[in-house]
């Protein structure tokens, strides 16, 4: 597993689940063009590339690269950083049909492919020794998942973390990890 502190930007639900399996990264997902509808999430990954910086893995059809040129508008070019697949045609297994243009996307190129273009990337390798990580047994003790009244104190904390509402536990769960000790987070936790 590649650990990095940047954050990784994919297309949709499927990119993230396969990237998920070679990389330890806080994934964010645009559910393709709802990007474009969806602020808190633009306004999101703008804020993810000022703290940490973004890379950036779309498909390389033409959808693929809309994409990349909308998320790159308006961030700086040292906080981000472009990896392209190469093009493979053929169909990913989860579908009938290929797509329009033919090409496999993210989610069906080959995992040494995709690790071979991390570890080419000069990506920010994150220190890890000595740290203890927080859990989803650690959440929810502290009342936020699982429990009676959990998604309102998630609510409660994304806001106090300034973060977009959208963000599933586990994605919760990623962020802190790369942002926050786990001592800060029960300090936190104990202001809510």
Do not use: W
Not at 90 to 106: F, N
Request: proline share 2%.
């Amino acid at each position: 597993m590649i650990k990095i502190k940047e954050a990784v930007i994919v297309e949709g639900k499927y990119d993230k689940i396969k990237l998920a399996n070679i990389l330890d990264a806080f994934i964010i997902e645009t559910n393709g063009f709802q990007i474009y509808k969806d602020k808190a999430r633009r306004d999101f990954i703008k804020r993810l590339a000022d703290e940490r910086g973004i890379i950036v893995l779309t498909d390389s059809d033409h959808s693929g690269f809309q994409l990349r040129n909308y998320i790159s508008m308006g961030i700086p070019r040292d906080k981000i950083k472009h990896l392209y697949i190469p093009d493979v045609y053929g169909k990913e297994k989860r579908k009938a049909e290929p797509s329009k243009e033919g090409k496999l996307g993210v989610e069906g190129i080959d995992d040494k492919v995709l690790i071979k273009l991390f570890e080419n990337a000069a990506v920010k390798c994150m220190e890890t020794e000595g740290k203890a990580h927080l859990t989803n047994y650690d959440l929810f003790a502290a009342g936020i998942s699982g429990g009676a009244n959990s998604k309102e104190k998630r609510k409660k904390l994304l806001k106090k973390l300034n973060l977009p509402e959208f963000l599933s536990t586990n994605s919760l769960l990623t962020y802190l990890n790369s942002s926050v000790s786990r001592d800060a987070f029960f300090e936190i936790m104990n202001t809510l």
